[in-house]
């Protein structure tokens, strides 16, 4: 009976650590509004050529606008979701989109990656 009640216990205990983990990343304001950035507080960025929850910003592309990595054992959660690159490096999705911080931007709450190449990118919003 205590071995039960212990193993319960555990699993109850990681569970709730695991429905606590952080988001990948935060919401902060930048002069365009509320934007989701890393933990450096870097705005982050969708690209509109990025379909079915697949990047298309891959070698020179990903050099400019590096992708939110995630850690190979990281476990997509509510909103956030987890996708595998074309070089098998895991990235962070947010509702479907993968997620880039932009090379540019040089301090927290910089958002000249906005608009880029036509319009294509755009500030993550939460």
Do not use: E
Not at 63 to 76: D, E, G, H, Y
Not at 85 to 100: E, F, I, S, V
Request: glycine share 10%.
């Amino acid at each position: 009976m205590i071995r039960t009640f212990t193993l319960v216990s555990a699993l109850v205990l990681a569970a709730a650590a695991f429905a606590q983990a952080p988001a990948p990343a935060k919401v902060a304001d930048t002069a365009k509004g509320k934007a989701l950035v890393d933990d450096k507080g870097m705005t982050l960025y969708t690209f509109d050529k990025d379909t079915g929850g697949k990047s298309a910003c891959n070698g020179p592309c990903a050099t400019n606008w590096p992708p939110l990595i995630a850690a190979s054992s990281a476990q997509a959660s509510g909103d956030w979701t987890v996708i595998t690159r074309d070089d098998g490096a895991k990235q962070w999705a947010y509702k479907g989109k993968p997620l880039y911080a932009w090379t540019k931007d040089t301090k927290p709450g910089d958002t000249t990656g906005d608009g880029f190449l036509n319009g294509a990118w755009h500030i993550a919003k939460p």
